[in-house]
């Protein structure tokens, strides 16, 4: 397959990443939990806001850059923080730290990442941001801590909807499991996807097969249990984090605006808009569905960010116009490294700021922070062809 053949968008690249990654990586990326309804209801409830056009402006000139946490970034999305991102391609942690650096952007580099946190932003010249899990000890957790304060860290992530795992088919069915566990069918699996097993065969050779670093890294012989529970994280854990992280600290897997008044009411510097992709609660609502409400409940000035069924530079505008001030990547960029590396990320990234320039232009708007709810078409705002189409049918 010609890696080098340019991707013009995020399905393009599922379907392209479903061909050159083994059955068992791909539906590790691509799965969510239950019958796998939300992760689709997520992209759907984005696909249907509608936007209202403005026309007659000066939109020649648009500029992309926003202001999140207190630093600037050169576009108004991120790449979410995800796990064993270098299952998807070889060195995918540092590809996409790469891309952090270029772009100006954060990575959420992830507590079960491929690579040391240390490393990451050092790669990533400082623009990243280091997600927690409340895994494993009190011990652990206080360890990663202390080494995302010495790494310089600025921003930290606790991700709260997690404390139980959730039941995913696809990897069941496949018998995928970390560290891997081999038999015939995986086995076969590899070698019907010989592009893949040969990069990563030779990136093994020289980096080692890739694993969860900052476990394999860790001082309390804690090795990762992808399974396991991240029940820690309670209110008392929270309280008692924000009293330790000197920086910045958001809260991640918000939906209900209760909790997210809580939150705001304990200190906490952003609220993370989002249900994990579908891959927790199958019957949670879609998170831009949580997003306004949200918005309303904690007020203009909290920082909100947001990620769920984000998959083009459209849906960044909405999700922005919808109450976020920042918005991550997650799956879209999990598909251009599966479709084709280093450049496959680089179109994704690509792809999607500059049709979140076009939209923004379209909408009559020259700069990020000045989208708001009055980008909205409000009076067809949950309307869609798919709806009409199913009305008439019916």
Request: proline share 5%; net charge neutral.
């Amino acid at each position: 397959m010609n890696l080098s053949r340019p991707l013009f968008s995020v399905e393009e690249a599922r379907k392209r990443a479903r061909k050159r990654l083994p059955r068992m990586i791909f539906d590790f990326i691509d799965g969510a939990s239950g019958d796998e309804t939300l992760r689709d209801f997520n992209t759907e409830a984005m696909d249907n806001i509608r936007l209202m056009p403005r026309i007659l402006l000066d939109v020649s000139e648009r500029d992309t850059s926003t202001s999140v946490l207190g630093t600037t970034a050169g576009l108004p999305f991120g790449m979410a923080p995800m796990g064993m991102c270098s299952l998807a391609w070889p060195g995918a942690d540092m590809i996409m730290a790469r891309e952090a650096a270029r772009r100006r952007i954060p990575l959420c580099v992830s507590t079960a990442s491929s690579s040391p946190l240390e490393t990451i932003i050092e790669r990533a010249e400082g623009h990243a941001w280091f997600q927690l899990y409340a895994d494993q000890s009190i011990e652990f957790v206080d360890e990663l801590v202390d080494k995302a304060m010495a790494a310089d860290y600025e921003v930290l992530i606790l991700t709260v909807d997690v404390p139980i795992p959730s039941v995913r088919a696809r990897d069941l069915r496949n018998g995928f499991k970390v560290p891997m566990t081999w038999g015939p069918r995986q086995i076969w699996d590899l070698a019907t996807h010989p592009g893949w097993s040969l990069a990563m065969m030779m990136h093994s050779l020289s980096h080692g097969i890739p694993r969860p670093m900052n476990y394999a890294a860790s001082n309390h012989a804690t090795r990762f249990v992808r399974n396991a529970s991240r029940g820690l994280a309670d209110w008392a854990f929270l309280d008692r984090l924000r009293d330790r992280w000197k920086g910045k600290l958001v809260v991640k897997g918000v939906l209900c605006p209760e909790d997210a008044v809580r939150i705001k009411s304990m200190g906490v510097d952003g609220i993370y808009v989002s249900n994990h992709g579908g891959r927790q609660l199958n019957a949670a609502p879609p998170a831009i569905d949580a997003l306004g409400k949200i918005r309303a409940a904690v007020g203009d000035t909290m920082p909100l960010i947001f990620d769920s069924g984000i998959r083009s530079g459209e849906h960044v505008i909405k999700a922005l116009a919808s109450g976020a001030d920042f918005v991550m990547l997650g799956r879209s960029v999990m598909y251009g490294l599966g479709a084709g590396g280093a450049t496959g990320l680089s179109d994704i990234l690509d792809l999607t700021g500059n049709e979140a320039s076009a939209i923004m232009g379209l909408l009559g708007h020259t700069d990020i922070e000045s989208i708001d709810r009055n980008s909205l078409a409000s009076s067809h705002e949950h309307l869609s062809l798919r709806t009409v189409n199913r009305s008439i049918a019916e």
